[in-house]
């Protein structure tokens, strides 16, 4: 998988992926080695969505007066399987913002989706496998598997957390301060933390139905064209071969409206003949 890149690799991570060597976001994380570059997580998760949970500003009194700088909190996913979370500060929101989702990109985790849930038996990866929670400062959030159709049970911040990382039905309860946004997703990201360092045996895995990381989709391999063309030829033959002839029927039509004009102009010379009689 060689690409054409203006980027160069300065880490071991990075020459493996612009190389080849590693191909999935799954590989790169499982490999051991430091996860230092965002162009790494560009080029393995593209499409990335990123969303802006807060924008605090920070003031501080020094001699030469005050000095504002503004606490940015950023979460970035791929809504299947794959989430991060970005804290920076700065003197201007724009690049505050830029930096903050280069870190959310650094952190990036592979959660793990499963059906929990004693009240669903769908066997799909569209909720937690198990309970998890996560804490920050004095905030505690427990998230719990949910049936189909509950959706995100939680509030503002936790769901854009959640609805990045691939969850579609959870409950969410949670203690302490929420006020403080920075430690709520913090709190949040930590208990999706948790599904990734939780381990688990087979035997939950195909009872649960557990998913780590992108769902992955088989799709059928594309024929090349010489075939595609050789089976639409073949398919054109056959629906030729099932229709039924219908030449003869035009000429028949034709008949019976050249016969038409001819009876009624038989019609037409009765009825002359017998008004000449009626008046003789």
């Known amino acids: 998988m060689s690409r054409s890149y203006d980027w160069i690799p ?3 991570l990075g020459r493996k992926v612009l190389d080849g060597e590693i191909k999935t976001m799954t590989e790169a994380l499982n490999s051991g080695l430091p996860l230092r570059e965002t162009e790494i997580v560009d080029i393995l998760l593209p499409g990335l969505e990123d969303e802006v949970l807060d924008v605090n500003m920070v003031q501080r009194m020094t001699d030469s007066g005050r000095r504002v700088n503004f606490l940015v909190a950023v979460v970035v996913g791929n809504e299947d399987g794959f989430v991060g979370l970005g804290l920076c500060k700065g003197r201007e929101v724009g690049p505050t913002i830029r930096k903050a989702i280069e870190t959310a ?5 592979e959660v793990k989706r499963g059906c929990g849930s004693w009240e ?4 799909t990866a569209h909720s937690l496998p198990f309970r998890v929670t996560g804490k920050s400062g004095s905030v ?17 911040i936790p769901k854009h957390v959640l609805r990045l990382a691939g969850l579609n039905d959870v409950w969410g309860f949670s203690k302490g301060h929420t006020k403080t946004t920075v430690n709520y997703a913090l ?10 360092r939780t381990k688990i045996t087979r035997r939950q895995i195909e009872d649960l139905h557990i998913v780590s990381g992108p769902i992955e989709i088989i799709e059928e391999p594309e024929s090349p064209p010489e075939e595609k063309a050789k089976a639409e030829s073949e398919e054109k033959v056959e629906k030729e071969a099932k229709k039924p002839e219908k030449k003869d029927e035009p000429e028949e039509k034709e008949t019976e409206k050249e016969k038409k004009p001819v009876k009624e102009k038989k019609e037409t010379d009765d009825k002359s003949n017998k008004k000449k009689v009626k008046k003789e």
């Open 10 to 12: 300065k880490t071991r």
């Open 105 to 109: 990109k650094l952190n990036m985790v």
């Open 120 to 123: 669903c038996g769908c066997g």
């Open 140 to 156: 505690s959030v427990t998230f719990k598997p949910a049936p189909r159709g509950i959706a995100l049970a939680v509030a503002k």
């Open 187 to 196: 709190a949040s990201f930590d208990a999706l933390i948790q599904t990734a």
